[in-house]
């Protein structure tokens, strides 16, 4: 196994010759009736019962995807959910995934410094050496909000040097009104998410954080839906892994995306979420395949492929 | 029992005529041997132990603080580190707090979007309504990281009003580091963080999130480091509570802090958390009090209310 994040994502990219990652992000209510079907009416408020029905709908979404996509986005907010019966649903997610030969992206935005941002790096980015949970894993990489600067980036950055792990700092998010904190701009006309891109950039052009092929270990969160303001990072950060939330439920269509794949297609992972797991619901997809949700899925993830392998070609 | 917050807040700080307010930041390796004496070496990596030691150290502590002070801060890194096993225990912690009759602040820095940021706010503002966890009791009022803008604010707030909690945004952060993002200043020369301060105060200002003092229910974590920059915030968010981090170990004076006080003594929490919780290292305590810890910590509390109020004094 590679020893830096950044050469296993490309290798996986490659392998599975495409960027597009599935984000987790499940709900009981919206879980397929089939998952739901031997359960009771109020198994949703029920922590043990509903953490069991997601943790079985994310393993079999998983296993279907596993075969065609480089990675998945687990977000740890549906799974805290459910407390602590959550969070140990989450890291046993994150081992199945792992075994199924996944990438695995903690969508955690956790953000802090000093000895508290320390002690989130070891939660969430060193396998655990705790007597008692010794077989407990951390995700490849994790999302992390760097509103404190470099001293809110640096401990995780270095966890990940430590673990072989990776880091994706949110620089321009994908929501409505990103745009008052995020596009805020200097008397030079700088915006403050170019000013983060550039401390995200420092801080992963370090030589210990860069892979065989090029890339840095921490990344960068550039949601595909404001591609008139950040189409200039992909030409800027060359070394920059790019994790691009906001295609297909979000709205991003795939030119909107793909902008942050380099030509040979590496460069950035596409994300989508509910567009895929709960492609289900969808009339194009219960029409072919009823009530086979896992039909639903795979052919939802095929077709994002599609979507997106056409708009790389478009563009070259 | 008040409900809001602000309120809770407003009187917890008159009764106990101080802002002070203590973090719980517990690391296994520095709490008092007396509390890992009856335990082993390699207890710190022994998740059940060091949890228990942990937690045993926070309740005896809150039991010295509470009649003293008006809150405590509890942050969940230190916890969450122990992965689930910590979590319960943030949770039975709080339950503990709510029993000693304290506000009880998680410090989690939350922040994200949308239906992520709803399970976060159910995560860590609702107490439990889960079938199994009906006892679970969330704090009165957590951080938030609004990196995201009005979006990452939203669902917080929403949810403090719903339940007649709180919420302390990040706005200027007492780290070094921060002035590179949060300094940020537009051509105006408005800082950042500034425009931070006004979208908190816009979601705040709302009728149901104000309190019968006239306080918001929506506060901000402004840094007593920073004082040059950070002083104009009092005069201009006259309803606002701010929670001020950095006095004692990181660095800030009384003086730095109690500028967010308003005259009455209200507006503002001083949170302390390594120069009190493990006051007994400090040679000033030990040669008075010796392997009494408890007696350190309730000695530190007293010397720091006794700063900020001389500080007061001379403001006034």
């Given amino acids: 196994m590679a020893n830096h994040f950044a050469d296993r994502l490309y290798e996986a990219v490659q392998s599975k010759k495409t960027s597009l990652v599935i984000g987790l992000d499940p709900v009981y209510s919206r879980l397929?009736?089939?998952?739901?079907?031997?359960?009771?009416?109020?198994?949703?408020y029920d922590a043990a019962a509903a953490v069991d029905a997601i943790f079985d709908f994310c393993t079999q979404a998983m296993r279907i995807v596993a075969p065609i996509?480089?990675?998945?986005?687990?977000?740890?907010?549906?799974?805290?959910?459910?407390?602590?019966?959550?969070?140990?649903?989450?890291?046993?997610?994150?081992s199945e995934a792992d075994d199924l030969g996944l990438e695995i992206i903690g969508d955690v935005?956790?953000?802090?410094?000093?000895?508290?941002?320390?002690?989130?790096?070891?939660?969430?980015?060193?396998?655990?050496?705790?007597?008692?949970?010794?077989?407990?894993l951390a995700p490849d990489a994790i999302t992390v909000n760097g509103y404190a600067g470099t001293d809110g980036i640096e401990p995780f950055a270095s966890?990940?040097?430590?673990?072989?792990?990776?880091?994706?700092?949110?620089?321009?998010?994908?929501?409505?009104?990103?745009?008052?904190?995020?596009?805020?701009r200097d008397a030079d006309g700088q915006a403050l998410y170019e000013k983060m891109a550039q401390i995200v950039s420092e801080i992963?052009?370090?030589?210990?954080?860069?892979?065989?092929?090029?890339?840095?270990?921490?990344?960068?969160?550039?949601?595909g839906t404001a591609p008139e303001?950040?189409?200039?990072?992909?030409?800027?950060?060359?070394?920059?892994w790019f994790l691009v939330p906001g295609y297909g439920a979000q709205g991003a269509g795939a030119a909107d995306c793909i902008r942050f794949c380099?030509?040979?297609?590496?460069?950035?992972?596409?994300?989508?979420?509910?567009?895929?797991?709960?492609?289900?619901?969808?009339?194009?997809?219960?029409?072919?395949?009823?009530?086979?949700?896992?039909?639903?899925?795979?052919?939802?993830?095929?077709?994002?492929?599609?979507?997106l392998a056409q708009a790389m070609q478009t563009k070259l």
């Avoid at 990675?71 to 997610?93: D, H, M, Q, T």
């Avoid at 790096?121 to 007597?131: G, K, M, P, T």
């Fill in 262 to 307: 380099k030509a040979d297609g590496t460069g950035a992972l596409i994300n989508a979420s509910r567009s895929i797991i709960y492609a289900y619901e969808k009339p194009q997809y219960r029409d072919q395949f009823g009530d086979d949700w896992k039909k639903c899925i795979e052919q939802a993830v095929i077709d994002a492929k599609i979507d």
């Fill in 69 to 94: 996509v480089p990675a998945v986005k687990i977000n740890i907010a549906f799974f805290e959910r459910y407390l602590w019966e959550g969070l140990e649903s989450y890291y046993a997610l994150i």
């Fill in 109 to 136: 935005k956790r953000g802090d410094i000093g000895h508290t941002a320390e002690m989130y790096a070891v939660a969430h980015l060193q396998n655990s050496e705790l007597i008692g949970l010794e077989d407990v």
């Fill in 204 to 223: 992963g052009s370090r030589p210990e954080l860069i892979g065989e092929h090029g890339y840095s270990d921490i990344g960068m969160v550039v949601g």
């Fill in 159 to 184: 966890m990940a040097a430590a673990q072989g792990k990776g880091v994706f700092v949110l620089v321009r998010t994908s929501n409505a009104s990103a745009a008052a904190i995020q596009d805020f």
């Fill in 32 to 44: 397929p009736p089939a998952i739901r079907a031997h359960r009771q009416m109020n198994d949703e």
């Fill in 229 to 240: 303001t950040t189409t200039a990072l992909r030409a800027k950060y060359h070394k920059t």
